[in-house]
Each structure stands twice: as structure tokens, then as C-alpha cells.
């Protein structure tokens, strides 16, 4: 899920001050790329006016078909098994026997923007504040590059990707054969990075992002008078109780040296200030780098709300989602990309070690079956994504573009 909730200060470590004019960009991308950056605008301005949450991306995912028909691809719509289907892109050339496949996510956020953007989202609740609009507007210029030029020798893939944000669009592509259907040798996908200088590329070897287990907590209690209390069972004190209580495995379970989050992102119970209410909603998401770490996560979770419950005399049920994996970057793969990254954008422009992030990402699923590598592309000074003031840089969109095609041509010749 591409919720970067912590971008630890050290991850900046290695950014040379020369480049950290986060307003300026001094990155060049190919310059037939640049040239098209007012259509990847329009492709993107258009997906970000008709967001459409995970799972439900039917008119992005035509969108994105059509464009690639256009442009003289190979199109494979409905690609996913459990209603969450994904569109494949395909461009042969030569004789080569080499695949690469990129891949780029398309879903949206159940959050209201806050700006004044002239393309701003028609659909009140519903926003690309993770930047997804991009990162298919990038993967859709470099297609539409490739098919122009053909200046490569074997197959590229494009993968747009449904439901991201719930961990469940790389898994239901790969349910449904992606590799056995598109066998790419290799694959790529990127990110945008508020809070990283504008255009600059950043890489990282082995354990990248932490998996990410997201649960839902029902307290069941008994409702009643709030000037009785005595006569219900209230699952809002127990729910805060619960709250407080989750933040000691971190602190005083999980060792040091393991990196592991637990937040709680929502808390929903009641709609009235004189009524106690029958139940208690609490929504988390937990974050660990480490196999052993995230299993003493998730059990002390299980352990503490059994307690928690029975103490204040509620009852609960926990709804485990899609189990977490954590991402992990192959090294030939991302030391090709990164030695790509230099010789297109130069040394001044690449970060390579970058430290790892919390954060996490189901691409991650899609690493466990191909070796590949996940790249964060820095989206200068603006608010975080899942913030409701982020805005996409738009003038990254044909750096991003660039490096999709520097790679195809580099690993295709």
C-alpha cells in the first residue's frame, strides 16, 4: 500500500545538497518526452477528474485500453481473478527474446483534495492523492515512446494495476497467470516522493518496504443512556482503552533492532453524545520489515484485544485483510537500473543506496515471483501522499517516462 506514513530523516542521508532545491528540477528527460508532456498531462488530468477507488477502476482501466490500442499495442483487458481485473499492454519487436514488464498503478483514494487544481476530482470523496494518475500518465508516455520509435529488440509489458492501496491487485493478476501469460524476465515500478528533491531517482537493494497487515477490530458491547452507564456495556471506553493499549507492542514487545508500526487509523462508534452505542469499530494498519518481527506484531494484537475485551466485558471479532509481504528489491536488477539512471540523467541525479521505507506496497507480490526492482522519484516540497493538499508534480511525469524507456532499450538491445 502506498501509504508512506514514515519516511524516517536518515532516508534523506545520502542526497547531496546540491540537489536539494526542491523547487528547481535539474534532471533532463529525452527530449521527445518532454515534447509530449502536455499529452501525459491530459492523460493524467483525466484520470485524476474520474478517480475510481481499489476494485473498482472500470473506466480508468478502458481509459488506459484504449489508449494503448491506439498507440498500436497488443491490449489484454481484464486481467485478475475476484472482480479486481487489470489491463496488459504488449509491443514486440525484432527477433530479441528478452521481456521487461513495468508496471504502473491506477487506483484512487476515499479521501476529499483540498486545492484548486483546474483538473481537480469530479467525485466528491474520491482522489489521486497518492499520485497513481501519475504514474500511469509516466507508464503511458513511455509506451506511446516505444511504439513510435521501436528502438529495442524483444518484448515489453506494460502492467496497469488495479486496487493497490488494498493489497489486492498484484496478488489477483498474478491469481489470474500474469507470468505465465506476460512472462516478463524482469519488472519495474515507481513512485513519487514528496519530501525527496524534485526529478531525482533513488534505489535500494534487498528489503525495501515493510510489509503492511491491515485489521479491522469490532467490539461488541450493549448499548444504552449516557446517564446510565451502569446498565450497558460501553465498547467506546473499551476501544480507547484498546487504542493505548496496541501502542505498547511497539514500545515494549517488538526488540529494538526490528522496525514494526501499529497505527490506528479510524475509530468509528456512535453518532450521538447522550448514547452509548452497541459497537465499537477500530481499523489498523501495521507495518514490519522483518518476518519474526511482524508475527509477534500480529499475535500480540490478537492477544491484547481478547484481554482488552474481557475486561471491560465486550466481545470482539478481528477481520484479518490480505496478509502483508514485505518488498524486496533484487540486486542485478536495480543495480542495472541504477547504472541506466546514471548514464540518461547523470551521477548528480541518482541515490544509490537509499535507506529503506516503512511504507509498503503490493508490488511486492509481483518481486516474489519475477526478480525486479521498486525506484522512488522525488516529488519535490509538497504535502504527503494520502494528504488531502498533496499534489503530483507534473513536471516529473516525462523523467518518469524516461527511465521506463531507457530501461526497455537498454535491457532490449
Aim: aromatic share 8%; with cysteine.
Amino acid at each position: 500500500m502506498c501509504d508512506f506514513n514514515l519516511i524516517p530523516h536518515f532516508f534523506f542521508d545520502k542526497i547531496d545538497a546540491k540537489t536539494n532545491d526542491m523547487s528547481k528540477m535539474n534532471v533532463k528527460p529525452i527530449k521527445e518526452l518532454a515534447a509530449i508532456l502536455p499529452q501525459m498531462k491530459q492523460w493524467m488530468e483525466a484520470m485524476h477528474q474520474d478517480p475510481e477507488l481499489s476494485a473498482q477502476e472500470v473506466n480508468t482501466g478502458k481509459y488506459v485500453a484504449d489508449l494503448l490500442k491506439n498507440m498500436g499495442y497488443e491490449v489484454h483487458e481484464h486481467v485478475g481473478k475476484y472482480g479486481i481485473e487489470g489491463v496488459v499492454g504488449v509491443l514486440s519487436h525484432g527477433d530479441g527474446k528478452k521481456k521487461i514488464g513495468i508496471r504502473a498503478d491506477m487506483d484512487a483514494l476515499p479521501i476529499q483534495e483540498i486545492n484548486n487544481l483546474p483538473y481537480k476530482s469530479r467525485h466528491d470523496g474520491i482522489s489521486h492523492l497518492c499520485g497513481h494518475d501519475g504514474h500511469s500518465a509516466m507508464a503511458l508516455g513511455a509506451a506511446k515512446y516505444l511504439a513510435d520509435t521501436k528502438h529495442f529488440n524483444g518484448t515489453v509489458y506494460f502492467y496497469f494495476q488495479p486496487a493497490e492501496e488494498t493489497m489486492q491487485g498484484g496478488p489477483s493478476m498474478i491469481d489470474d497467470g500474469l507470468f505465465k501469460k506476460f512472462n516478463a524476465d524482469r519488472i519495474y515500478a515507481i513512485h513519487n516522493i514528496p519530501g525527496l528533491p524534485k526529478g531525482v531517482l533513488h534505489f535500494h537493494d534487498g528489503e525495501t518496504m515493510s510489509a503492511v497487515d491491515n485489521w479491522e477490530i469490532r467490539l461488541m458491547g450493549r448499548g444504552g443512556h449516557g446517564s446510565m452507564p451502569e446498565l450497558s456495556v460501553d465498547p467506546v471506553v473499551a476501544g480507547a482503552s484498546l487504542v493505548m493499549a496496541l501502542q505498547t507492542i511497539v514500545a515494549r514487545n517488538l526488540s529494538p533492532w526490528n522496525n514494526g508500526v501499529v497505527t490506528i487509523g479510524s475509530f468509528q462508534a456512535g453518532n450521538a453524545g447522550n448514547v452509548i452505542p452497541d459497537e465499537a469499530v477500530l481499523k489498523l494498519s501495521m507495518r514490519n520489515m522483518q518476518p519474526d518481527g511482524r508475527k509477534l506484531v500480529l499475535q500480540r494484537i490478537r492477544e491484547i484485544t481478547a484481554a482488552q475485551a474481557e475486561c471491560f466485558g465486550c466481545k470482539y471479532e478481528i477481520k484479518e485483510g490480505q496478509p502483508g509481504a514485505v518488498l524486496v528489491n533484487s540486486h542485478e536488477e536495480t543495480a542495472f537500473a541504477a547504472q541506466v539512471a546514471r548514464k540518461y540523467f547523470g551521477e548528480e541525479n541518482v541515490v544509490y543506496p537509499c535507506k529503506p521505507l516503512m511504507s509498503s506496497e503490493d508490488f511486492a507480490f509481483m518481486l516474489q515471483e519475477r526478480p525486479g526492482s521498486y525506484i522512488m522519484l522525488g516529488n519535490g516540497e509538497t504535502p504527503m501522499v494520502h494528504n488531502p493538499k498533496y499534489i503530483f508534480d507534473q513536471e516529473i511525469l516525462p523523467i518518469g517516462a524516461s527511465l521506463w524507456v531507457a530501461l526497455c532499450e537498454e535491457y532490449l538491445k
